[in-house]
């Protein structure tokens, strides 16, 4: 349902609750509203991380709107809005925070709600960043691991920017793991991909990942 929706069955509720004397009505439109706030505390969290991307400071309303939004989404039982939610709360701690030790547990929640909730995109950010976490440990084969999972889901679901980005973290894996004719492999691979969709950023990204290809022999983790 759209938020007009929602919002305007939360306007019929309260002239039924008012008008019709169905006090029930009330505790409907709480939901309603709630599923509202929910999905725009999302939003905004959402947005201030991308600013932090641009290279502008820690918003502390980031990691409030995201904690927000897991908390309405759990208690309106919506399993792939909490899987969502939590997955930014970890990213926040991984992107911005740089603290591992907190994203973790968060992300693997994370990934068991998205995959309870068949939401494939959101199980994909999961391992695609608990893969990141097991490359800065060291943990090469599980960060492989991860990546490849992340990309097949990606695959199937048409999402090639994300396919690409992984191309280029599982280039980063193969260098440290002395496959060097793997990563160049991969970092080709990511180039095309992010060339036939679009995606600048990620381009950027493989643009980086050849330049640290030709100076090591071993880039270093993201």
């Known amino acids: 349902m759209s938020t007009d929706s929602r919002i305007e069955q939360a306007r019929l509720l309260y ?24 999905d725009l505390a999302l939003a905004r969290g959402r947005v201030a991380h991308a600013r932090f991307l641009e290279g502008q400071q820690e918003d502390p309303g980031e990691p409030a709107a995201f904690d927000r939004a897991a908390q309405l989404y759990q208690r309106l039982g919506d399993v792939r809005g909490e899987a969502e939610s939590l ?15 907190a994203a973790v547990p968060v992300l693997e929640r994370s990934r068991e709600l998205a995959a309870q909730a068949g939401d494939l995109l959101t199980l994909s950010y999961a391992l695609r ?48 793991q002395g496959r060097r004719d793997d990563a160049l492999a991969l970092v080709e691979e990511a180039g095309a991909v992010a060339e036939a969709s679009g995606a600048l950023g990620i381009a950027r990204s493989v643009e980086e990942a050849r330049e640290h290809l030709r100076t090591s022999d071993a880039p270093p983790p993201p």
């Open 129 to 176: 960043h608990l893969g990141i976490a097991a490359h800065v440990a060291g943990r090469l084969d599980t960060a492989r691991e991860r990546l490849e999972e992340s990309v097949r889901l990606r695959r199937e679901l048409g999402f090639l920017p994300g396919v690409a980005a992984n191309l280029v973290g599982l280039a980063y894996i193969a260098a440290g």
């Open 15 to 38: 002239e039924r609750a008012v008008f019709g004397g169905d006090a029930g009505a009330l505790e409907t439109a709480e939901r309603e509203l709630d599923a509202v706030e929910a």
């Open 87 to 101: 997955f930014w709360i970890g990213a926040f701690h991984q992107v911005v925070r740089h603290d591992h030790d």
